[in-house]
């Protein structure tokens, strides 16, 4: 399924999107609070499927949190149009973090229409401090990760 896509990294986990009528702002386009609300959709359901939920979250008292995001929007999306959004994860600059790299593909012409990325920081839900990943988040995460990803979305 979609074999034909040129993704910016391979294995993409994915998510097909159509915006609604919610989703389109007085300009007529999808409105960019609607592209990261879309981010964080796959986030947690890429990170679900790996086999670390809020649930588990809560459990291990960790959790990824956004420590920065940065989104580059390229091309305007309209009412009806169909999309696919997909996510990778990356390694970070030090044992707290990783990256999530996110691309939203049109399909009517491939093109991209957004780029995004996140730094992730684990931290400690009961103090909010940053705490090294769990060995559950490291048996979990580091196996999905893909090389390459830069600083940049």
């Given amino acids: 399924m979609h074999a034909d896509i040129a993704w910016d990294h391979p294995n993409p986990f994915t998510l097909p999107l159509v915006p609604g009528a919610d989703d389109i702002d007085g300009l007529g386009h999808t409105n960019n609070a609607v592209y990261v609300r879309w981010c964080e959709q796959i986030g947690w359901a890429h990170s679900a499927v790996l086999g670390l939920n ?54 009517s012409d491939g093109k991209t229409v957004l780029r995004g990325q996140w730094e992730l920081v684990c931290i400690e839900l009961s103090s909010g401090r940053a705490k090294r990943m769990p060995p559950e988040f490291c048996d979990v995460y580091l196996p999905a990760m893909v090389a390459g990803g830069g600083s940049k979305p």
Avoid at 66 to 77: F, N
Avoid at 84 to 97: C, R
């Fill in 54 to 107: 809020l649930d588990d979250y809560r459990r291990l008292d960790r959790g990824m949190a956004i420590r920065h995001g940065a989104y580059d929007y390229i091309l305007p999306t309209a009412l009806g149009e169909q999309l696919l959004l997909g996510t990778w994860l990356m390694a970070g600059d030090s044992p707290l973090t990783m990256r999530r790299r996110f691309q939203l593909l049109r399909l």
